[in-house]
Each structure stands twice: as structure tokens, then as C-alpha cells.
């Protein structure tokens, strides 16, 4: 089995920052695509930033070029970092991926817990 751990929301002022991080471990043989989705209260899940095993990034159109993805592949870790927030980025925020279990040798996507990010003065 694959776990996702994904820690760093919390509450920060408009204009502020905050770096999310996503850890994966478990019987993880290779990783191909990771991904932050976030859902705020009433409306649908959507993308918020995507990259692949060899870098290609992907984001949003609200981001804007506020937000990085970046990725650890050493670590299984992905990250988030998030300039310039916005009351409306208030959400949960999702990290997911695209594993080989090597358990089963099956492609499988994971999600995390989610962690909650809150823009409020």
C-alpha cells in the first residue's frame, strides 16, 4: 500500500504565503504524475498544480503564477508553494499521485487527507 501525508496549511493574512508538503511512502516502486487538487465549501474539486516524473509542470488558471510545484524524487515528496494568496484560496487542499505499487505491480492513484488552507484577515 501507498500513504500520503500532506502537512503546511493553516491560516495566513491576504498577500501572505504558505509551502504545502506531500509525502509519499509505503510499497512505492515508481511515481509518475503528482498533483495538488483543493475543494472549497460547495463547489468541485479542482487542479491546482500537476508535474510529472520528468518535471512537466501544469497548473490552474487561478493560479497565475502565484503557485510552484516542485518534487523531491529522492524522497517521494512533492511540494507546494504558495505566494500572493487570495480569501478565495481558501480550501482543502489535496495532494495526489501516480504510483507503481510494487506489492502488485499495478498503477494506482492515492489521495492524502487533505490540509486545510484558510486566507483571512
Known amino acids: 500500500q501507498v500513504q500520503l501525508v500532506g502537512s503546511g496549511g493553516g491560516l495566513v493574512q491576504p498577500g501572505g504565503s504558505l509551502r504545502l508538503s506531500c509525502a509519499a511512502s509505503?510499497?512505492?516502486?515508481?511515481?509518475?504524475?503528482m498533483a495538488w487538487y483543493r475543494q472549497a465549501p460547495g463547489k468541485e474539486r479542482e487542479l491546482v498544480a500537476s508535474i510529472t516524473g520528468v518535471g512537466k509542470t501544469n497548473y490552474g488558471d487561478f493560479v497565475k503564477g502565484r503557485f510552484t510545484i516542485s518534487s523531491d524524487n529522492a524522497k517521494n515528496t512533492m511540494y507546494l508553494q504558495m505566494t500572493s494568496l487570495k480569501p478565495e484560496d481558501t480550501a482543502v487542499y489535496y495532494c495526489t499521485v501516480r504510483a507503481l505499487d510494487r506489492s502488485n505491480f499495478r498503477w494506482n492513484d492515492y489521495w492524502g487527507q487533505g490540509t486545510q488552507v484558510t486566507v483571512s484577515s
Open positions: 509505503g510499497s512505492i516502486f515508481s511515481i509518475t504524475f
